[in-house]
């Protein structure tokens, strides 16, 4: 349901709460910009993620992470937004169920669009403990691009000579351009006897960073 919230400037944080039967839980949050929804985009669709902590996690530090999405290092799925800002002098807080005539209008934007992601991982180095194999995660969105196992390891180094193929880099979404796509996520990734598969740990930026096409940068 649409709801009626004053902008008064500056960020906003929604979050995303799960529905259950004992209690409803934060399992992520969006961020939203006075100024990315003023102007030629204002009352426009689009796409927005929302950033969390890990599924299995828990405590103060995966609750500060599904609270600030900034701080979050996992993708927990995408809300198709419309934000219509309008001056008034009484700001109010309003809920409305949506019309059918506005969910017929919003169901263009939910077709998928095909982007190609292209990775190529070398190899890793300076890796927590010796002789052990790991593998380099690519995460945008729900698609991950998986290095497999080393095909050498030694101390602390492995190397991998990975290059994804035309079928790995293809990543079908709705969203309206890449730019949307939000943020990257690399992990490292090991493999315990106890555990299984763990994400040691992670690097997250903008796709923005990584849509220049001058190989110097």
Do not use: H
């Not at 419309?82 to 807080?93: F, N, Y």
Request: with cysteine.
């Amino acid at each position: 349901m649409p709801a009626q919230i004053p902008i008064m400037g500056g960020r906003m944080v929604f979050k995303v709460w799960d529905e259950d039967t004992l209690s409803d839980d934060v399992v992520g949050a969006i961020v939203l910009n006075s100024k990315d929804i003023i102007g030629d985009k204002n009352g426009s669709y689009f796409w927005k993620n929302v950033y969390g902590a890990p599924l299995a996690a828990s405590g103060d530090m995966a609750n500060s992470m599904n609270e600030n999405p900034e701080l979050g290092s996992l993708w927990k799925g995408r809300i198709l937004m419309q934000v219509l800002a309008e001056k008034t002098e009484k700001p109010c807080l309003k809920v409305a169920d949506i019309s059918k005539e506005e969910v017929e209008k919003a169901a263009v934007y939910l077709q998928d669009r095909t982007y190609q992601i292209m990775v190529q991982v070398n190899s890793s180095i300076a890796l927590p403990f010796p002789d052990t194999k790991y593998e380099v995660v690519v995460r945008i969105g729900e698609k991950e691009i998986k290095t497999g196992a080393p095909s050498f390891n030694k101390g602390r180094y492995n190397r991998y000579n990975f290059k994804t193929t035309p079928e790995q880099a293809e990543y079908k979404a709705p969203y309206l351009d890449a730019l949307d796509l939000g943020q990257v996520f690399i992990y490292l990734r090991g493999r315990s006897t106890l555990k299984g598969e763990q994400n040691v740990c992670y690097y997250r930026a903008s796709v923005r960073n990584f849509m220049d096409m001058d190989p110097k940068i």
